[in-house]
């Protein structure tokens, strides 16, 4: 029974993990512009980050190697130093977009001022860094993520006309009020929503923290092939919120409150308290996940201690650069930069950084010496490499069409 | 973890690829403490073999890799902040790498060396980390840590007329005629003095080099196996032209032209056929 309980703890965790501020932004932005011709996005990328979290998940399990610490050796030190520098620019920037993401969630529950939220945030994501059980730390906020189930319910109680919902998603058009290249713009977005790099680092550091072994695979796929998928159907889910309530109306979501607002309003109060509660805990864990990974992606570039595992005086360097990144942090959304626009830009980025990180590991988990039986299937492989050619594609596209559109606009 | 399940399948028999199987691997001690990157290799020159004879972790194993002002950079930074006057790199013999696999194992004795030589680490544990409350772990260390200088143990100095891994890489090769023919790429060896509880030296067997660098640490060039089919098909073109040729070929090494010349009965093949 303890055996059922830890794969459905670990599912429900996927689950709520998935969802972060850029998922909850970005699908939200683009069901009030796109509707859901944009929804084959979200599941391309939730195949996409299945492909590479169980690769990335299962050579961790059998080397004990986490992903940065393959980069570098599969990239050597200069290539790696350039992996290293964006991913972790990439990272640095979605935490301190999550951060901003709880902030704005605590602003909606309370109505003060987000600048006086923020650095109260950047203390207690700090704090639960340096003293929370990292088990504890994953659990917590993916079970609390779960609240998140009300924009399904919310779609649900609006009884939509599920026909046209189904075209508007299987037989994809560019909306008439729309250009192709804001479409395709919003497309690697989305992309990028859901396959950001620092995923595969949590989830790779976090199986070497939990010292997975090669008897561990099938729980860790179980998770992955499970709770990733249905994530992306939360995150469906919340583009068909706004899509039914502002496509209609014309009306783009800029604001976190907007994109709670169609479980309010369906909902009423009690979905309100669960959007908020959905809101904090998808950020909060959020923020958790990003700033140890640029705690991770340094200390594994040059082979410091690193980890929850350890006490953190046997981490003392990988620490130092968890709180300097906490600081930083803050400091960036002290700025008055607009969160939503840092998460806007943080998944686009995460799309361009995407290769430096994704095809490394290709490679290792195609090493004979390193994975032996455990290496690559035919089917891992036929999809590793797919992914391979979108990963690239999507990178390359992303700049280009950010200037293009001038930011999706 | 997994580094156990390596140890029967590690470097101990055939020649092995530094750069693919050696160079920038996490080192770890046996009670899996995590100790640095292997971020360089000491090769000396001893009765007319190349032996690999010691690793370095740290900036002055990984600035010289990095590209021209950033290297020099990275070593002028770490000299200034080195409490001694004249800091010396720190060399771990091979004598005290135990296991190589997905990890490289190192002795006790080996860990502790590297461990007194983090500085960094030390300086953020006594100054920053240990006066925030709620430090645990590592109590019994700060008072007393052993922080052996490197001039106090001849054993861990750089060898007089010793040379770095990163020196060779990237070296030109020339046929004896004279003729271009690329940058060494990757180098193997072979332990020669194994114990059974010890690694020890390696002599260096054959060189790989080709006329481009790109990709060449992805293991495409040493192992004909390496997928997946895509990948390794764009590889093997782009790779064509590399060769892998015995370091008794090799007739003359020149490590301030940092330039290779091979023998005129040189027969260089393509790695895969060997």
Known sequence: VSKVFAIALGVLTAIGGFVDIGDLVTNALVGSRFGLSLAWVVVVGVIGICVFAEMSGRVAAVSGRATFDLIRERLGPRVGLAALVASMAVTFLTFSAEIGGVALALELASS???FLWIPVVGAAVWLVLWRVKFAVLENAFGLAGLALIVFAVAVWQMGPDWAALWS????????????LPTYLYYAVALFGAAMTPYEVFFFSSGGVEERWTADSLKVMRTNVFVGFPLGGVLSIAIAAATTLVFLPRGIQVDTLGQVGLPVVMELGKIGLVLVLLGFFAATFGAACETGLS??????????????????????ARFHTVVLLSAIAGVALLLTTVDPIMLTE????????????????ILVVANDRTYMGRHVNGRLANTLGSLYLVVVLVASLAALPLMVVTRAGQ | MGTDAFTHDDIGGSPTPLVLRLLDHQVVSAEEELLGNVDNLELREVDG???????????????????????????????????DEHPEAMVLPMAHVMAVGSAVTVSDWGAAALDGNMRLEHWLRAHVISRIPGATGGEDRLAGEPLRPVRDHPELRRAPG??????LLGARVRSAAGEDLGTV?????????????????????????GPRALGAELGYTTDPRQGPLLVAAVFRRVQRHHRRVLWRDVAAVDWAERVLTLSATAR????HTA
């Open chain 1, 112 to 114: 003060v001022n987000p």
């Open chain 1, 168 to 179: 508007q998603a299987s037989a994809p058009a560019v909306p008439g009020s729309e250009s």
């Open chain 1, 294 to 315: 640029v705690g991770y992606s340094v200390a594994q570039y040059f082979g410091w201690q690193w980890g929850k595992y350890v006490p953190p005086l046997r981490a």
């Open chain 1, 345 to 360: 830009y943080s998944v686009v980025f995460s799309a361009v950084a995407l290769p430096l990180t994704y095809f490394p």
């Open chain 2, 49 to 83: 073999d190349l032996l690999v004879t010691g690793l370095l972790c740290g900036p002055p194993g990984w600035g010289p890799r990095q590209p021209g002002n950033l290297g020099r950079w990275i070593l002028a930074i770490w000299r200034r902040l080195h409490p």
């Open chain 2, 162 to 167: 010793g040379h770095l891994l990163s020196d």
């Open chain 2, 185 to 209: 790429l990757d180098v193997d060896a072979e332990p020669t003095e194994r114990t059974g509880l010890e690694l020890g030296r390696l002599r260096v067997v054959s060189v790989t080099y």
């Open chain 2, 268 to 271: 260089p093949v393509h790695p």
